[in-house]
């Protein structure tokens, strides 16, 4: 790990109250190296020999509950995890973003730029949370081929 981020992820922790412990800079640190969301499953692989899954299932809990990271459900209903924008903050999540799930790599991203258009729902219908999945062939897909 580079000392600068490691700085970035320990002010990350701290500001939102949490104790630096090794698990939780190793999770940021996969987390913010990635192009695309982080599916479970790659996340248990990777720190499979470091973190135990009721450790990790915590840390996840904990990052999401504070406005760190969103979770997407994929097409196969699979959790991928991503890093939130500056907006988010503890219980407020501001993710009303496009996600893109590739049917080749199976991959999720986060389409930042490309904002869900707001809805308006009545009937007595109030809107909590907005998910919008996109799916077709990512760029590095594209560009295999
Ligand atoms: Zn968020
Ligand atoms: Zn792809
Ligand atoms: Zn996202």
Do not use: W
């Not at 990790?56 to 699979?78: A, C, M, P, S, W």
């Not at 996600?99 to 009545?122: A, E, Q, S, T």
């Amino acid at each position: 790990m580079n000392d600068i981020k490691t700085q970035q992820y320990e002010s990350l922790l701290v500001k939102n109250g949490l104790k630096r412990t090794g698990a939780r800079l190793q999770v940021l640190d996969i987390l913010s190296h990635r192009n695309s969301a982080t599916s479970q499953p790659y996340l248990e692989h990777v720190v499979g020999k470091d973190i135990d899954r009721v450790t990790l299932y915590r840390i996840l809990k904990t990052f999401e509950e504070k406005g760190i990271i969103h979770r997407v459900l994929d097409k196969q209903g699979t959790a991928n995890y991503a890093i939130c924008s500056n907006s988010c903050t503890e219980h407020h999540h501001h993710d009303e973003h496009v996600h893109f799930n590739c049917n080749n790599c199976l991959r999720v991203y986060c389409l930042d730029d490309v904002k869900i258009p707001p809805l308006k729902i009545g009937g007595g219908f109030k809107i909590e949370d907005m998910n919008l999945i996109v799916s077709g062939i990512c760029k590095e897909c594209n560009q295999a081929n």
